[in-house]
């Protein structure tokens, strides 16, 4: 049983200004796995206060300086990466292979990517006689979800970090202890007092304290569109930057020319990873007309050799997050079974021998692109499969959506997969597999405003000054 009552603020574990806890669920077997303790406003004025103290040094380090602590922070990371794996499975149900996995491994390549990037960044420009600046915007508050909990969070704080900010991280209460060891590790490392700090807690109160605090000068949220609309309506007041990673429904597009097989099967498969519970998944996956029959004999085979169950044995696909998730799923194929769409694996109800923990059938559904089920983000292992008819036709259902977050292109005529990507509205694409931690990542469209990953992560936490003569 894990217990986490109190938060890092100043350098220091501190009580919450009134005490208030809320029991953690496992999605796996549905038992309280521990407990955590829910903050207040008062609390985020502690934080809020340490972060500007701290912001007065932090904010005119010199790169090395930021650089040995960014180092520090990347050996002890290195020590407990296990240990966050292992918080990772049992707040967020992931399998236990991808949570040590990709999960810690995404975290550690954003750290990675940050020391990388500072080495090489230039904060000082000349133009003819004109100096341009990057200055740290201040403090900054990160608020991020539970889904790909190392990776949201580590790839806000290491650029922040890196570009000079002070922070108040907000994880997510579905997903609280992979942040608390961050925190630790952090703390550790020797990060001096009041450069981050760590509240737990409720979005509407400790979220929207950051959002219309005074003395925040940028919000960076990752998670869905509704929080994203009503966090940059709470920041307008105090004229806040606010970057947004929202939600998506990315169309994977495999042209004729590719191995349809193979790539029908990665698709499907991909599209299950994490329970679906991806913001880029390819989640609609496009295949031409003329050979439907290949694809849907290709994804359901894939499909139903997804294997479900307890996240720490040897499956490759937990449950989702929590009972609330589980519903919104059900309903969605639910819907799809009513709007007449073709089930072509899984569906309703549990996988049969799992009676207890929010595990959800991996699901295929063959489509057109006009349904709720291709229009709206499932957020759960539920893939739909739309026929096109050309690769023009292929373009049109790809942007025929409010969202535009990913992308992927699979052929084998590499000149023709980028034609099609430089015609998708889309933040970022992949062919044939592709990724790049340097690589930009953001939304177009609903799926957000802004860039993380690489270089493009360290403006979201700059400021521009000019010097002019
Ligand atoms: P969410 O409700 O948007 O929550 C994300 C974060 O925002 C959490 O830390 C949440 O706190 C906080 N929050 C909630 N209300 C807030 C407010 N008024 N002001 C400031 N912060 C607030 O997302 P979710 O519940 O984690 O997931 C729901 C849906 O979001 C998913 O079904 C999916 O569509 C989308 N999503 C997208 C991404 C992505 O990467 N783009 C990631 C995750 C989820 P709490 O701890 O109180 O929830
Ligand atoms: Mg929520």
Redesign the pocket.
């Known amino acids: 049983m894990r217990e986490y009552l109190k938060f890092y603020i100043d350098g220091k574990w501190v009580d919450p200004t009134t005490p208030k806890t809320v029991e953690v669920i496992n999605p796996a077997t549905e038992a309280v796995s521990g407990t955590i303790s829910l903050g207040s406003a008062a609390d985020v004025d502690k934080a809020v206060a340490a972060a500007r103290r701290a912001f007065a040094t932090w904010g005119e380090t010199s790169v090395k300086d930021r650089l040995d602590i960014l180092q520090a922070i990347q050996s002890e990371y290195a020590k407990r990466s296990d240990e966050l794996g292992d918080a990772v499975v049992e707040e967020m149900g992931a399998p236990v292979s991808l949570g040590r996995g990709f999960h810690v491994g995404l975290g550690a390549g954003h750290l990675q990517t940050a020391i990388e990037v500072l080495k090489e960044f230039q904060f000082e420009q000349q133009r003819g006689a004109t100096l341009i600046r990057y200055e740290p915007i201040g403090v900054c508050g990160l ?6 909990p190392m990776n ?1 969070t580590c790839v806000k704080i290491f650029p922040a970090l890196a570009s000079g900010c002070t922070m108040i991280l ?5 997903a609280p202890y992979s942040a608390q060891i961050l925190a630790e590790i952090i703390h550790d490392a020797g990060t001096p007092a009041g450069v981050f700090n760590m509240i737990q ?4 109160v ?3 304290a ?2 219309t605090h005074q003395d925040v000068d940028m919000i960076s ?8 609309v ?2 940059q309506k ?1 920041a307008a007041d105090t004229v806040k930057r606010v970057g947004l ?4 429904k990315s169309a994977w597009i495999v042209l004729d020319d590719a191995d349809m097989a193979n790539n029908v099967a990665g698709a499907t498969g991909g599209m299950m990873g994490n329970s679906g ?3 880029s998944a390819g989640s609609r996956l496009l295949v031409p007309a003329s050979r439907l029959e290949e694809a849907i004999k290709a994804s359901a085979d894939a499909c139903n050799a997804v294997s479900v169950g307890d996240p720490n044995g040897n499956f490759a696909m937990g449950p989702v997050v929590s009972k609330s ?1 589980f519903n ?1 799923i059900q309903d969605y194929i639910q819907k799809g079974l009513d709007e007449g769409a073709q089930l072509i694996a899984g569906g309703l109800g549990r996988p049969e021998g799992l009676d207890k923990g929010w595990y959800v059938k991996p699901t295929v559904f063959v489509t057109n692109n006009d349904t709720v089920i291709a229009r709206e ?1 499932i ?1 759960g292992p539920v893939l739909v499969v739309i026929p096109y008819n050309d690769v023009d036709d292929a373009i049109r259902i790809a942007n025929d959506s409010n969202f535009g ?1 990913g992308g992927y292109v699979s052929g084998s005529d590499a000149d023709e997969c980028r034609r099609v990507a430089r015609k998708m509205r889309t933040g970022a694409i992949w062919i044939n597999g592709g990724f790049d931690f340097h690589a930009p990542f953001g939304g177009y469209k609903r ?2 405003n802004g860039r993380e990953w690489g270089e493009y992560g360290f403006h979201e936490y700059l400021e521009i000054k000019s010097i002019i003569g």
């Open positions: 608020i991020t979800p539970w889904n790909w949201q907000k994880p997510p209460q579905l807690g409720q979005g509407s400790i979220g929207n950051l959002s949220f990752t998670g869905s569109e509704p929080v994203g009503q966090i709470d990673e929202l939600g998506g519970q991806t913001c998730q919104i983000e957020f977050l799926s957000g």
